[in-house]
């Protein structure tokens, strides 16, 4: 496979659409698991409770990893069997299409694990609202999927 600028942008591509959701998700998790702890250290039988909470800001890093095998599946990159040329221009496109689902599934995840912390503590004194905690972690995740469907729209539209 030939090195071009249009080949190295699209690797930065599915990159950056990977590791900003890896990385969002890694903080979110981070937030909601030390709040948790806390938590499960007084009130053990909450753990299956707390648990699911601290999951929820995972998903965007899913999402980021299924946008770079999109971005590297819609460059032709993972069923080349010969050499792929991308231009320069193309590769840009990767890149520009990249960015919304890497925004915002950074920033979603940092916001829900927040939101996750909150909800434990909500847990912790009264866990009958489980639910209600779910919901409102659940609702910052929308604009993840928001991120996730323009960059779906951008990446089919390069031809």
């Known amino acids: 496979m030939e090195v071009t600028l ?5 690797f930065l591509a ?3 659409a990977a590791v900003l959701g890896f990385i969002g998700s890694a ?19 909450l753990f299956g409770k707390i648990l699911l909470m601290q999951a929820l800001p995972g998903s965007q890093g899913i999402y980021g990893l299924v946008g770079a ?13 010969e050499t ?5 221009g193309t590769g840009w496109l990767y890149l ?3 960015i919304p689902i890497a925004l915002a599934c950074l920033f979603s995840a940092i916001y829900q694990g927040r939101v996750s912390a909150s909800g434990i503590a909500m847990l912790a004194k009264d866990e009958s609202l489980v639910a209600r905690a779910m919901v409102l972690s659940a609702m910052i995740e929308t604009w993840a999927i928001f991120g996730f469907l323009i960059t779906f729209i951008l990446l089919t539209s390069i031809k």
């Open 69 to 81: 095998f999109l971005i590297l599946n819609g460059a032709g990159i993972l069923s080349a069997t």
């Open 6 to 10: 249009g080949l190295i942008l699209v």
């Open 27 to 45: 903080y979110g998790m981070h937030a909601a698991g030390q709040a948790g702890s806390a938590v499960v250290g007084e009130k053990p039988e």
């Open 14 to 16: 599915a990159a950056i």
């Open 96 to 98: 520009i299409a990249a």
């Open 84 to 88: 792929v040329v991308i231009s320069a």
